[in-house]
């Protein structure tokens, strides 16, 4: 793994080993894109720790990770690897998640010879819950180095270039597009926001139970796939049929940067899709165009944005807020297990507060020393969903961290304070939790997500703002869709529209929906929040 490539976190509600979001199964729907490596045919996890084996595995006794690291089963033509066992594999994540891993105490140590290595990798967790009952840890996976290095750059990936949002995951089901992506096959067949998808090869979306079939076609795993599909157009009273093909799309990260003339004066839009390489460019263009406008307040659409480079954060924090609340102050410390209180240990480094950005760092899409505009901000509007995650909290509590005022409209964001390294070995790259990050006030507090304030639920930090569903009724942008209205409402009054299940008086939403059930099946790779050695 290239040293540029390190840790990250990804968005919760996505399967842990290989390239699966969620395993469809029974009459439950969501997103899948096949196993990479997959379970090892019935392996199961059974019993706890004991004393040494046949095999040389002694519980609770932990050789360095180094001493297995390269050992594969399949060494990579013209790599270093060496010639090993799927026991060396498994004793090297054994030991390095003994070392690195946040919740290392809670993994109960087995027998590293009785399991393949990806089922050995998903077992190496806590069982914990948090005080809402999610999974503490929810975010454990691993996927091909080669998948890894190629995706996390680029957002490319196999599929159509839409984001499906599935409403309803279980008969009757509900699945509408989100958004689309220019330049992709979605956009070629004019698949918009808001289309519900009714059929798929023939197979019925709302009813049917060949869950098999939804998959492969809603989800392809590779490109050159040709899956049919029949849809009901936002607004439309008769529904159309087409054909697309997959294909290797590229992520258009930053999309629909518009300002909005108000009573206060011009407002700034942004939507921002991915914390990826290339969004270092998008954004820097946006910010650069609502300067230029002299724009009063800023709403950036976060909804759909589970995370990426950190770097990529920091920056954008820094052109929000400006240089005089950012200078010299800590946009995220790390803080690891009680092994490592004063060093890293994946990088071995003191640990170090991460400053805010006020120039690129290079590697990304601009030159490095490149200074960053500013708005010089000191409130900003956020469109929040359960899609928004990682190193999209992460703006969210360093802006909060020095004084900018955070307001919140949406729903619950998906709760990722975590982040871990991309670590390969044997061809394979996994993520461990590793570390919790801290804002400037030390805060870091946020497993189960940021609440509006007005919500009706007990889940805190809670936020100024206001409880709004999504709303799939109109292009996202458009002054009308609910969360935007509702943000440029209270940029004028300070005051929220109907609790979040209603539409906004005098709008007519027959679409529009609540987040209860909502699940945005993104794949982990576009999930996740990277930081660079």
């Known amino acids: 793994m290239d040293d540029k490539m390190s840790s990250l976190r990804n968005s919760r509600g996505h399967g842990k080993t290989g390239r699966t979001i969620n395993i469809l199964v029974s009459l439950v729907i ?105 999974d503490k840890d929810r975010f454990h996976f691993s996927l091909s180095t080669e998948e890894w290095i190629a995706l996390s750059q680029s957002g490319a990936s196999a599929g159509y270039g839409t984001l499906f949002a599935l409403l309803q995951t279980a008969p009757p089901r509900k699945i509408l597009v989100a958004f689309t992506d220019p330049g992709t096959p979605a956009e070629a067949v004019n698949l918009a926001r808001g289309a519900e998808i009714l059929t798929v090869d023939g197979v019925d979306v709302i009813n049917g139970i060949d869950v098999d079939a939804l998959n492969a076609a809603l989800f392809p795993a590779t490109a050159g796939e040709s899956h049919d599909f029949t849809v009901r157009d936002l607004g439309a009273a008769t529904t159309r049929s087409f054909t697309m093909v ?42 650069t165009t609502l300067q230029a406008a002299n724009i009063s307040d800023l709403i950036i659409d976060l909804r759909y944005n589970g995370g990426g480079f950190l770097d990529i954060a920091s920056e954008f924090s820094y052109m929000i807020a400006g240089a005089v609340p950012t200078a010299g102050r800590t946009f995220e410390l790390l803080t690891f297990n009680d092994k490592h209180p004063v060093t890293n240990p994946v990088t071995g480094q003191p640990l170090v507060p991460i400053g805010f950005h ?18 010089d901000l000191s409130r900003v509007f956020v469109l929040t969903g359960p899609g928004t995650c990682s190193a999209s909290e992460s703006i969210i509590n360093s802006l909060r961290g020095v004084g900018v005022e955070v307001i919140q409209i949406g729903s619950t964001t998906c709760g990722k304070p975590y982040g871990f390294y991309a670590t390969d070995n044997c061809g394979t790259t996994y993520f461990t939790i590793q570390f ?14 940021f609440t509006p304030q007005n919500a009706d639920n007990t889940i805190e930090p809670k936020l100024p703002g206001c409880s709004v569903g999504d709303d799939f009724t109109a292009a996202l942008g458009d002054p009308a869709e609910l969360r935007l209205a509702a943000a440029l409402d209270y940029a004028e009054t300070g005051n929220c529209p109907a609790a979040s299940d209603v539409a906004l008086p005098g709008l007519s939403k027959p679409g529009f929906v609540a987040d209860d059930n909502l699940v945005i099946p993104k794949s982990p790779w576009l999930s996740n929040r990277i930081l660079r050695r």
């Open 30 to 134: 969501m997103g899948s894109l096949g196993a990479c490596g997959g379970g090892g045919g019935g392996d199961s996890f059974v019993g706890g720790g004991g004393g040494g084996t046949t095999t040389g595995w002694t519980a609770g006794v932990f050789l360095a990770a180094s001493t297995f690291a390269g050992h594969c089963a399949a060494p990579r033509a013209g790599s270093s690897d060496i010639q090993g066992t799927s026991t060396d594999e498994n004793n090297f994540l054994r030991s390095y998640s003994d070392n690195t891993y946040l919740w290392y105490s809670e993994i109960v140590d087995r027998d590293p010879s009785l399991f393949t290595t990806p089922v050995y990798f998903d077992g190496l967790v806590t069982t914990a819950v948090t005080a809402s009952g999610n």
């Open 246 to 287: 997959s294909a290797i799309t590229i992520s258009t990260p930053v999309q629909n940067v518009t300002t909005i003339a108000t009573a206060s004066g011009p407002v700034g839009y942004m939507l921002f899709n991915d914390h990826l390489a290339t969004a270092e460019r998008g954004i820097f263009d946006a910010v």
């Open 358 to 375: 006020t120039v690129s760092p290079g590697g990304f899409s601009l030159t490095a020393g490149t200074t960053l505009p500013t708005l």
């Open 436 to 449: 919790r990050g801290e804002n400037e006030l030390g805060f870091g507090d946020y497993a189960d997500g």
